[in-house]
């Protein structure tokens, strides 16, 4: 029985499901918390992110932002993932799966993306609200998926001539919730606030310079066929956001990365709302929306195949007792309702038929994210 590729197929699957449900939710939200007396320092990505997730910044808490960071108006598919548990193990993955190399370029394998992709890489870029408002990333590291979100409004964007690659300071701006978080569904973006940076006044900024480049990693999804097997992968690209021909080379490598070993492939999203970088099925957040039920029952009927279940019970049964509580917890499933204390492989059967179809994808993930080791790499 081929477990590995059958298990690989599945995690990958898994994570596009994760990437399309929560790309449907992007959007910009003009919200507002009550203001703490509490000042909040973000000196570097790397420390920001964490004190988030410890939660000693809470929502309403005035943010600072004393050192230079570099505006961009590109922001992470899932701001925070990057820094989250295993993120950092996800993108050391996909680093190892190289299709081929060309001088100082290398291409990863569809598979290696997606392993990037999960460890917090990828960014989307959104036109403003209608009220002018703009979603952008502030960062300290020159990288937009490592960032920070903030959402500034039309007066300071204006004012403050602000444009991507201005370098700035930040005084007295506020930590914001958004009013509709990220899937909860999934466990490795479960725990991440779906939240901003708000900026509402020019004199809270200061601007030391422009032109800064920040790194950027526009990405898609791609629907291909390998023989008769419909397949979908992540596809991603890096560039400088202020390179003039920026653009014009990562369009030229979406449009021939799909048609490259024989894919011919079709893109279902674009990573630029507002201007296109190549052709894709759906334009927009909103019109993804629309298809979301029904492209997720074709990607798991292509992904997660017909024999996941006995596979990942063959998975499940080396697992201690305690583990598998946790999984179970972690998609939703109580215990009690399967646990019985007796062999692992017995517990493993009964869990697994308490999983419903539509949470195979959130089972995979789960176990993805707690126990990474269980679905290996190699051979992709």
């Not at 791609?222 to 991603?236: N, P, S, T």
Request: charged share 25%.
């Amino acid at each position: 029985m081929p477990t590995v590729p059958t298990l690989q197929r599945a995690a990958h699957g898994a994570r596009i499901l994760e990437a399309i449900t929560n790309y449907a939710r992007v959007e910009i939200e003009e919200s507002r918390n009550d203001t703490l007396n509490l000042n909040v320092h973000f000196s570097a990505d790397e420390y920001f992110w964490p004190n988030v997730f410890g939660l000693r910044t809470p929502f309403g808490s005035n943010v600072d932002v004393p050192n230079e960071v570099i505006v961009s108006e590109w922001v992470a598919r899932v701001p925070g993932l990057f820094w989250m548990a295993g993120a950092q193990a996800h993108r050391r993955e996909g680093e190892k799966l190289v299709e081929y190399r060309d001088g100082n370029s290398i291409t990863l394998r569809p598979m290696g993306k997606s392993s990037l992709v999960s460890g917090g890489v990828g960014t989307i870029k959104l036109p403003p609200s209608e009220a002018g408002y703009r979603l952008i990333t502030l960062t300290s590291s020159a990288n937009v998926s490592a960032g920070v979100p903030a959402l500034v409004s039309p007066e300071v964007w204006e004012h403050c001539r602000l444009r991507e690659g201005s370098v700035v300071r930040i005084y007295k701006a506020t930590w914001q919730a958004m009013a509709r978080g990220w899937s909860a569904e999934f466990p490795s973006t479960r725990g991440i606030p779906r939240a901003y940076i708000r900026i509402d006044g020019p004199d809270t900024v200061e601007v030391i310079d422009d032109g800064a480049a920040a790194a950027i990693h526009p990405f898609s999804i791609m629907r291909y066929f390998d023989g008769k097997a419909e397949l979908f992968d992540f596809v991603f690209a890096t560039g400088y956001s202020t390179d003039p021909r920026m653009r014009q080379e990562i369009s030229g490598f979406f449009d021939d990365y799909c048609r490259a070993e024989g894919r011919e492939g079709e893109y279902l999203i674009d990573a630029d709302v507002a201007q296109p970088m190549w052709a894709s099925r759906y334009h927009s957040p909103a019109e993804l929306r629309v298809a979301e039920e029904l492209l997720n029952r074709r990607i798991e009927d292509a992904m997660l195949g017909h024999n996941v279940t006995e596979v990942l019970q063959g998975v499940l049964s080396g697992l201690s007792h305690g583990e598998l509580r946790r999984i179970s917890s972690e998609i939703g499933i109580p215990p009690a309702t399967w646990f019985r204390g007796d062999a692992a492989v017995h517990e493993a059967q009964r869990f697994i038929l308490c999983v419903p179809p539509a949470k195979i994808a959130v089972l995979i993930d789960a176990i993805r994210t707690l126990q990474p080791d269980l679905i290996p790499t190699e051979g992709m």
